[in-house]
């Protein structure tokens, strides 16, 4: 027996990764080490090809690691499990489903019943604000609408850790802003873990309390950065400004 209370809820420990190809091989990740205690906010930055992908597939289980040990609430990962929410960049959404359909989708596998099935999904697009678009497709939604929607699904089985990879990617700099004011006000009132992917620096100092550094070539943690600011953060802040320096550069080194 575990006692969770006592465990981070996520520890992940000594990962590497080499992929092997035809090419030759490739260090993915290299003894990566860090944990993350239940309800943190954790920010991962770093270049291109610096694993930040990889090392989220190996969290959420859809990979194994060549070394080393995950554990969610103190128990090895060691295949897919339900305990997490996935966002990713691309929305991944069915699109001959309805708004209402791809967030019900988890729940529908879980055999919740129609009815508790809808009174959830209807509580999840008010929480996202997509109240309204429940027979909405997805190709009549921009952007930062079917983000919305993969976040509520993601949501939509109560997971208690989030991890997202570059979720606000592929939307413009306004509704990026609006998406990440939600995700705080979200994270405030459920209390998740959120593992956040992101190459935007000024994202990761507006969100995280803390951030980890990544270089490449292997990619490997290069610092991990505490940001002891109080929310809402403003980017005209001189602390803000402080961090965000510091942070890029570390990238750039
Ligand atoms: P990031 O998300 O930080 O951009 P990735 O985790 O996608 O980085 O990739 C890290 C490194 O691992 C890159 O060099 C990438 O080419 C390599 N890589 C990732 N997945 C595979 C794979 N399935 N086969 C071979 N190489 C891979
Ligand atoms: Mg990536």
Redesign the pocket.
Known sequence: MTDETLQPRVLVDGIG?R?D?PQGS?Q??QDVTFDVSAGEFVCIV??????????FRIIAGLEPATTGTVYLGGDPVEGPGPELGLVFQEYHLFPWRTVSGNVGFGLEKQGVNSERRQQRVDELLELVGLDGFADSYPRDLSGGMKQRVALARALAVNPDLLLM?EPFGAVDAQTKRMLQDELLDIWSETGKTILF?THDVEEAVKLADQVIV?A??P?RIREIVEVDMDRPRSRSDAEFGDYYERILGLIQS
């Open positions: 990764r992929y190809t490739v993915a990740l770093g270049p291109s090809g610096s694993g930040k992908t990889t090392l990879d992917v990544m490449s070539e990619g």
